[in-house]
């Protein structure tokens, strides 16, 4: 499956923004999506986890409360809506998938295809 992660930008402390991820090439609905992301000088880091049905969500701490994880199977894409951004949220985000065969998980040495990324920018 090939992924595209679109709709980051530059945003001020508080915005909020999507991202979506538009999948092609497989069944979108046979794979775990996960968002991950890296600041500059870090290791990239868990963000979320949908499973294949939308039914399992999993948000890492920092995530929790400001952002939610979605997927249309229909559209074949996934979505990450962010609020109150902060500025340690500035980072490149990717989309990931994994088969569904397995359980959704947090660790992205897992993920066996992965978007492009698209930069969040969050000024104070």
């Known amino acids: 499956v090939q992924l595209q992660a679109s709709g980051g930008g530059l945003v001020e402390t508080g915005d909020s923004l999507r991202l979506s991820c538009a999948a092609s090439?497989?069944?979108?609905?046979?794979?775990?999506m996960g968002w991950f992301r890296q600041a500059p000088g870090k290791n990239r880091e868990f963000v979320a986890v949908i499973n294949y049905g939308g039914g399992i969500v999993d948000y890492t701490r920092f995530a929790k409360g400001r952002f939610t994880i979605s997927r249309d199977n229909d559209k074949s894409m996934g979505y990450l809506q962010m609020s109150s951004l902060k500025p340690e949220d500035t980072a490149v985000y990717y989309c990931?998938?994994?088969?569904?065969?397995?359980?959704?998980?947090?660790?992205?040495?897992?993920?066996?295809?992965w978007g492009q990324g698209t930069l969040v920018t969050v000024s104070s």
């Open positions: 090439g497989r069944t979108f609905s046979h794979y775990d």
């Open positions: 990931a998938a994994r088969g569904a065969w397995y359980s959704p998980d947090r660790d992205p040495r897992l993920y066996d295809y």
